[in-house]
């Protein structure tokens, strides 16, 4: 007796969720065709034809165990995520973040799947949200969907599409920073640190801050009513909500003192690694809408930055989301039809972590589908859960995207000292993972 092929899935978005849902269905036997419109067609902020690729930053934020995003990382790895394996891989060091050399990282990526004979990648924008057919359909063209996609999307849902702005950060070249002004060092750390720091002192900080104040800006049509996400904001907002508010965010100095004068400086940029060779720095934090022009002139009044030159300049860019708790179930399948999943930054959350588990858990779900299985709904005491819980249970007039965080967890029944919370969280997490896995044989399905 012949046994029936197993329908193949359709994946629209060859991104961070796109990839991390083809390998999951892969890994389960299950064949998928997944859509990349480039290079035929290019969202604003991606640049290179490679599959996953890191638009802004090349961090994926702490690593840290007993953080909430640490303990998401390390969910997906148990569940033997393709993104987190090949971001260990590429790893370049950052402190207690997990940064990698994006180049590499993508690359990577890209040759898996481009290789993996379960996976059929077609380069070719989709325009319609394709007609229920026997087989699961993943929507992850992320936060910068083209625009007719986005307009299937919304007659599909019936309802207007949900924006925010988000920001780039500039990418400078390393051997254009002054290295007799700018010093290594991590916050705390005792040795030299993965950090390069450029230090202000009061003067050179109000000077910045001024010229912030009177720059220019690349002007958005809609910009009276923009709103931006409270974890990416523009360096020229967060300036413009006090003289002080970037001392005390992205310029830090706390624990960063500074060798050549035994002091902490009154304000530091912080540059990151960008790549393996460290050829190219980050600025941390400094996502921004100033005009390029601007960049060039202001950023360089910065100490030790007096002739960088730059990879990439900061930009500014409209993402899309959907109103999730109208519209989707908590297996990332619409309500209106349990064909369609939604994954990535797409379906209501924020970063690359979050966007990627959604990839994950979309791509486990439609598996489960294929194999005419029940989805899986994770409990909240999980990260992944915790995700769901937001898309799903939030009231959707105030709906927005959010990064995973411990407010998103159960509540506790009683006093948990704060110092220990992250640790049991962990605890928690790690054992109803491993149940999941092997009592309801997540692995294979
Ligand atoms: C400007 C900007 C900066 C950001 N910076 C950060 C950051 O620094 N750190 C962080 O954690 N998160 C950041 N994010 C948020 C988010 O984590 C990333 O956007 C992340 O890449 C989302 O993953 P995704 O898989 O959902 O979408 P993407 O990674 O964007 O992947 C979607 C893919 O779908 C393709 N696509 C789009 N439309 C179609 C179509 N019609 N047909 C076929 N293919 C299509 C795109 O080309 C793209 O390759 C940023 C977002 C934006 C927009």
Request: hydrophobic share 40%; with cysteine.
């Amino acid at each position: 007796m012949t046994t029936k092929p197993l329908a193949q899935a359709t994946i629209i978005g060859g991104g961070l969720a796109g990839c991390e849902a083809a390998w999951q269905l892969a890994k389960r036997g299950c064949p998928v065709r997944i859509y990349e419109m480039k290079p035929e067609k290019y969202s604003p902020a991606h640049q290179s034809e490679k599959l996953a690729e890191l638009v802004c930053s090349n961090s994926f934020r702490s690593d840290d165990p007993h953080s909430a995003v640490g303990l998401l990382k390390n969910e997906m790895r148990t569940l033997n995520s393709l993104i987190m394996q090949i971001a260990d891989e590429t790893a370049v060091p950052a402190g207690k973040a997990l940064a990698v050399d994006r180049a590499h990282f993508a690359e990577k990526i890209s040759e898996i799947i481009g290789q993996h004979p379960l996976i059929e990648l077609v380069r070719k924008e989709i325009t319609e949200i394709p007609v229920p057919a026997d087989c699961p359909i993943i929507l992850a063209s992320g936060p910068l969907t083209s625009t007719a996609l986005a307009a299937s999307l919304t007659r599909l849902t019936g309802k207007e599409r949900c924006f925010f702005y988000d920001a780039i950060a500039p990418i400078i070249n390393a051997d254009s920073l002054d290295r007799a002004i700018i010093y290594q060092k991590s916050r705390y750390d005792d040795g030299p640190g993965d950090y390069l720091n450029c230090p202000m002192e009061k003067e050179d900080y109000l000077s910045f801050i001024n010229e912030l104040a009177s720059a220019q800006y690349v002007p958005l049509h809609d910009f009276e009513d923009v709103n931006y996400f409270e974890g990416c904001l523009p360096i020229e907002v967060i300036r413009s909500r006090g003289d002080d508010t970037l001392r005390f965010g992205p310029m830090k100095p706390v624990g960063l003192e500074n060798p050549a004068t035994g002091r902490i400086p009154y304000a530091v940029v912080q540059l990151r690694k960008e790549n393996r060779q460290g050829s190219l720095y980050n600025m941390v934090g400094f996502q921004t809408k100033l005009t390029y022009g601007e960049q060039k002139r202001i950023f360089r009044t910065i100490p030790g930055l007096k002739n960088a030159t730059f990879a990439r300049f900061g930009s500014i860019h409209r993402n899309t989301f959907i109103c999730a708790p109208e519209l989707l179930l908590p297996t990332l399948q619409t309500k209106a039809r349990t064909d369609l999943f939604i994954a990535g930054q797409l379906s209501g959350v924020e970063g690359y972590v979050e966007s990627t588990a959604m990839g994950l858990l979309a791509g486990i779900n439609a598996a489960c589908l294929t194999k005419s299985k029940q989805p899986y709904v994770f409990p909240q005491e999980t990260a992944i859960g915790a995700l769901i819980f937001h898309l799903t249970r939030t009231d959707a007039s105030h709906f927005q995207p959010s990064n995973i965080n411990f407010g998103l967890f159960p509540s506790w029944n009683k006093k948990v000292p704060k110092k220990i919370r992250g640790k049991i969280r962990a605890e928690q997490s790690n054992s109803t993972m491993n149940r999941m896995v092997s009592e309801l044989n997540l692995d294979t399905l």
